[in-house]
C-alpha cells in the first residue's frame, strides 16, 4: 500500500517532532518527510538526481514554514510554481507569523495559509478545502 | 566725533539721500594718494569685462531699482536756479549797459552844447569889439574932418584896420550858423557901406574940405550908414544872446540827464553787488548747511559710507568707515576703492562701479553686492556693499554703503548648522525608530517559536505521559502551559502594536456607533452569562481609519468589560462631547473597579499595570496601543475614574478635514 506522503518544511527540529506527533497520533498513514531549510526543499522536490539516484516521488502536499534559513519560505513557493514538476503540487503555507500578508503567498500560488502551531482539525478542514481527497473517504486517494 | 568730511571744498550735487543742493565746484581728485597700497593694473574703473577672475566669487547677488522721478526734479531745480540767476545777471548787466551809454551820450551832448555856447559868447564879444571899432573909427573920420588934427586920424585908420579881422573871426565862429551867416552878410555890407562913408570924411577932410562941400550931408550919411550899423549888430547881439540862452539851455538839460543816468546806474549797480553779495553769502551759508547735513546724513549712517568718483577713487568716507576698516576718512581720500575689498574680488567690484559710469543714459539702479572687506590690519571679513548713484554737477558718484555681515554670517552658518544636525538627529531618530520596531518584531516574533515548543511538548507531557506523573506534577505542567499562553498573548500584543505603528494610514468616514455596537455583540456573545447594559449614542462618526479606529473601540470597550467583570450589573457607555474649542470629544465610561487617579500616568505605558493579573486579565499593551493611535490621527487622549467608581476614557481626534498619514 502506497501510504501518502506530506513534505514538512520547517528548520525548527522541535516544531517539527511536534507536528510528527500530531500526525503520528491522528493521521498514522501519513508519512511526514522532513526538509529543514528551503534549499533542501527545493533540492528533495525539483533537484536533478544525482548519479544511480532515482527522481524522489512527490509528496502529496507540501507544509511550507516561511521563514526559513538559506531560501525563503516565498522564495521556495515561487521556485516551485515556476517548475513544471511542482507547478501544481498542493502547498500549504505555515507560519507563527500573524504580520505575513496572506495575500503575497496566494498570489505566489499557495494552495492554503495555516497558523502554527497546527491546529489538526483546522488543517482537516483546510486540505479538504483545497481538494486534496480528506481521510474519511481512504479508498479514494492513493497514489498519484 | 570728529568731523571727517575732508574734501567736499566746492561741489555742486544732487544728494539723493539727503533730498538737497549742494553747490560746490570741484572733489578734490587731484589729490595724490598716499601710498598705502600700490595701485594695480585692475584697479582701472573699466576692467575687461570678460575677464573672468577665477578666485572670484560664481555670481554676486545683485539687485536693482531704478531712479525716482523725484531724483530727475531735484536736477531740473537745480538747472531752474542756475538759469534764474543767469538771467538776472544778463538783465542786470544790460541796464548797466544801457544806463552808462544815456550818461555818455549826455555828456557829450553837455559837451556840445558847452562849445556851442563858447561861441556864441565869442560872437557876442567879436560883435562889440566890432562895433566898439566901428565908433572908434567913425569918431576919428568925423574928428579928423572936422580938426583936420592928426590924432583924430590916426584913431580912424588904428580902429579901420581891426574891423576886417574882426568881421573874419565873427564870419568863422558863425561858420556852422546859416542863419547867423546870413545876418552877417548884411552886416558886412553896412559895414563896407559904413567904411566908405568915413573914408570918403577922410579922404574929404585931407583935401580939407570937408568943412566946405558938403559937409552937413557927409556927416548925415555917415550918421545913417552908423544908425543901421549898429541896429545891425545889436540884431545880431539880440539873436546870439538868445541863441545863447537856448544853448545854455540845452547844456544844463543834458548836464541834468548824466547826472541821472550816472545816479541810477549806481544805484543799479550797488543793488546788483548787494544781490550778489547776499546771494553769495546765501549761498556759502547754505553750503555750510549741506555740507553740515551731509556730514551729519554720512555720520549719522549705521554703515561705513564710502563715495567713489569715476576713476574708481575714493573722494568721501564716514568716521564708521575707520571703525570698520581701519583707515581714516584723511587715508582714504584719493585711494582707489579696490583696496577695501581682498584681491579676488577686486575685479567684481570695480566691475559694479564701472557699470554705474559706463551706463550714464540708462535709469539709475541701486546695487547690493555680497563681498568681503578687507581691513587695514588685513583682516578679512564678509560685508554686504549697497551701492547707489549720486547725481553730482561734475558727473555720477557713487556712494557706497558698508556693512558688516559677520554677525549675519555666522549665524546663518549657525541656523545651517543646526538644521543639519536637527536633520540628522531626525534621520538617526528615524532610523533607531525603525530599528527598535524590526528588534521588538523579530523579538516577538522569535520568542514564538521556542514558547510553542515548551506549550507543545508540555502538552505532549501532560497527553502522553500523565499515567507517570503525581496531580502535582500535572498541576505544575499545566501552569508551564498557562504561562506560555499568556506569554503567547504578550506577544501578540506587542506586535499588533508594532504593526499599528507600521501599517499606514487611510483615513475615511467612520460610525463609531456600529463599531461599538459590533464590538458589544462580539463581547456578549462570548460571556452570554453576563449583565452589562450598553448605552451606544447614535451618530458617532469621525474621519479616521476604520480599522485602527476598531483596535481603540476594542482595547477600550474590552476594558470595560474586564474591569466591570464583577459587578452583577454593569453599565458601559459610549458617547461624544463638544469641547469648547468645538472638538468633539469621544468617551468610552463604565462603572466598573475604576484605578487611583494618582497612577493615571501610568495608564498609557506599554506593560504598566493597575491591576494584578489575578485580579483581572491583561497584557498591559492595550491602552498603550489605543494612545499610539489616537496620536497618529493627531488626537488626545486621557481618562478619569476613582477607585470602585468606575472610569471614563476621552480622545479627540484630529479635525475631520485634515489628511491621514502621520
Redesign the interface.
Known sequence: MNKPTFLLVED?P??AI?LK?IFKKKARDITITVASDGAEALQYLTGTPTAGQQLQELPALVLLDL?LPKVHGLEVLRRLRAHPRTATLPVIILT????IDAATGYTLGANSFMR??LDFDEFLRTIVKIGLVTFAKPAARSDN | MEYALLSLPKAGCVLNQTEEVLNRDVFIEDAEPKVLAAPRPEDSLLPAATNNGTTGPSTPVTETQTVTPRQKRRTRTCWQRLLLTALVFVGSLYGLITIGRTAFDNFIHEQEAHAAVGRTQQVLVTLQSLASSLHAAESGARGFAISGQQSHLDQYYGATKMIQPQLDELHGVLQDDSAALKQFGSLEALITANLAVLKEMVDLGNKNVFRAVGQRALADRGYGTMQNTSAALQAMEQSARARLAGQSNVALQHAHTARVALLEGGALACAVLLLCSISVYWLLIENGQMEEKLNGFLESSPDAIVIVNKEGKIVVSNSYTERLLGYTPQELAGQTVAILVPERYRKVCLQQYAVYFANRGDPMTTTSLELSAIHKDGREFPIDICMKPLETEQGILVTSALRDISQRKQTEQKVTRLNEQLEQRAAELEAANKELEAFSYSVSHDLRSPLHSIDGFSQVLLEDYADRLDAEGQEHLKHVRSSCQQMEEIINALLALSKMMRTEMFRQKVDLSVLARQIADELKAKAPDRAVDFVIANDLTANADAQLLRVVLENLLNNAWKFTSKKPRARIEVGSLLQSNGDQVFYVRDDGAGFDMEHAQKLFSPFKRLHKTSDFQGTGIGLATVQRVIARHGGKIWASAAIDHGATFCFTLAAANKDGTT
Open positions: 525548527d522541535q516544531a511536534l506527533r521563514d507563527s507569523d500573524r504580520e502554527k502551531p
